[in-house]
């Protein structure tokens, strides 16, 4: 079956602009994690959604960055007035529940360049 | 604060050859992660690990986690070059979200 999908693959944006970065999960698969990996950085934990119930937010490094996931699917991370220190690659991964027992899938991310 | 610490950052080795990669913390872990991450691509998992002391063999690479569950190893026997990569590990404690090492980046030469 599909795996975890990512749109745009690359982004190119002003400082200061606002970005939507898009994640398809694989089907069937209730929790979700977006991450940021940085150059030679490991990846850093920015919000996590499990079914219904309210999201992790713990990670988002600033109120600029904020996600939302409708119908339990599709989920948008939207980062607002974009700052050059948000360049970084943002991943996606989607795993049949939020128990760490269960392997997290991973889009093949998107590439955020911020000029 | 890094919870997790890779080490080395960097390994050039030639083909043939084994290495071994750590991935250390003073925390305890609930289980472990072993990731591998091709450029343009997200991690795949390769193992988790889950009990102290075990050993998990995936073809010709080993994995081991420490007794205590702070710390865990892998090793690999005659690399490849299918085998560079970013190798990540992560982890879990409880249902909180896998905390992630910096990685450590393999180049297997022919």
């Known amino acids: 079956g599909a795996g975890v999908s990512q749109s745009p693959s690359n982004k190119v944006t002003e400082k200061g602009k606002d970005v939507e970065l898009r994640c398809d999960p694989i089907?069937?698969?209730?929790?979700l994690y977006w991450y940021r990996q940085s150059l030679g950085q490991g990846l850093e934990f920015l919000i996590y959604?499990?079914?219904?119930?309210?999201?992790?937010k713990s990670g988002l490094p600033s109120d600029r960055f904020s996600a939302e996931r409708t119908g339990g699917s599709v989920s948008t991370l939207t980062i607002q007035r974009t700052q050059q220190e948000d360049s970084a690659v943002y991943l996606c991964a989607s795993s049949f529940d939020g128990t760490n027992s269960y392997e997290q899938y991973f889009g093949p991310g998107t590439r955020l360049t911020v000029t | 604060t890094q919870l997790l610490e890779q080490s080395p950052q960097f390994l050039s080795i030639q083909e043939g050859e084994n290495l071994t990669v750590y991935c250390n913390s003073s925390?305890?872990?609930?289980?472990l992660q072993w990731y591998r991450q091709e450029p343009g691509e997200g991690p795949v998992l390769l193992v988790t690990v889950v009990t102290g002391g075990e050993v998990k063999k995936l073809k010709r690479l080993t994995f081991q986690f420490g007794d205590a569950r702070k710390d865990s190893s892998l090793h690999i026997t005659a690399a490849q070059p299918g085998d560079t990569g970013l190798y990540l590990c992560a982890g879990a404690k409880g249902n909180t979200p896998l905390v992630f090492g910096k990685g450590t980046r393999l180049s297997v030469i022919a």
């Open positions: 959604f499990q079914g219904n119930s309210a999201p992790d």
């Open positions: 089907s069937g698969h209730t929790a």
């Open positions: 925390s305890v872990f609930s289980s």
